[in-house]
T-cell receptor, first 115, second 115 residues
């Protein structure tokens, strides 16, 4: 069975500091991995996805993530945090067993950005 | 393309009442998913439609829950005899394709509170 684990339910950074949100996956097949962001009272929005092409994936709002098979990781980074980045971030893997392709989610990481 | 819409955005009901939620996916998206999200958790898969066929239901979906997608367009999720444990955010997502790499686009969700 596939799964993702997000290390750290809460991360706090200063404005302008590096953002690092951790995600590790478990999968017996090559995974398709996603990062979504959820702002308060809004729906989930795709930040970026890994689909077995380039291992370094660039997304919206200056975020990027690197797929590392040897570490089974797909950590999300942003060089310089902005106040508007404060939100809940979810890592997910596409379920490749069967045909439904549902997303299997981590518990999320709440990012706070301090002035 | 107006995105995925859900109605209502908020619903407060008394225990034992029936509620129905509606999801309008992005037009021509053949896949439609329902997820449930409780506070502090990632979304959990409930059910999946490919066109009008409901192809998978999670064990989370008790017999009080029913979902339909007539004519492969909008979808409804009904909860009968609501319980306080049903209080959650109900998310709808749609996508197009079969590979597992396609993006799921989410609606804003329906927040249900059962008193």
């Amino acid at each position: 069975a596939q799964s993702v684990t997000q290390l750290g339910s809460h991360v706090s950074v200063s404005e302008g500091a590096l953002v690092l949100l951790r995600c590790n996956y478990s999968s017996s097949v090559p995974p398709y991995l996603f990062w979504y962001v959820q702002y308060p009272n809004q729906g989930l929005q795709l930040l970026l996805k890994y689909t077995s092409a380039a291992t370094l994936v660039k997304g919206i709002n200056g975020f990027e993530a690197e797929f590392k098979k040897s570490e089974t990781s797909f950590h999300l980074t942003k060089p310089s945090a902005h106040m508007s980045d404060a939100a809940e971030y979810f890592c997910a893997v596409s379920d490749m067993a069967g045909n439904n392709r549902k997303l299997i989610w981590g518990l999320g990481t709440s990012l706070a950005v301090n002035p | 393309d107006t995105g995925v819409s859900q109605d209502p955005r908020h619903k407060i009901t008394k225990r034992g009442q029936n509620v129905t939620f509606r999801c309008d996916p992005i037009s021509e998206h053949n896949r439609l998913y329902w997820y449930r999200q409780t506070l502090g958790q990632g979304p959990e898969f409930l059910t999946y439609f490919q066109n009008e066929a409901q192809l998978e239901k999670s064990r989370l979906l008790s017999d009080r829950f029913s979902a339909e997608r007539p004519k492969g367009s909008f979808s409804t999720l009904e909860i009968q005899r609501t319980e306080q444990g049903d209080s959650a955010m109900y998310l709808c997502a749609s996508s197009y394709g079969l590979a597992g790499t396609e993006t799921q686009y989410f609606g804003p969700g329906t927040r249900l509170l059962v008193l």
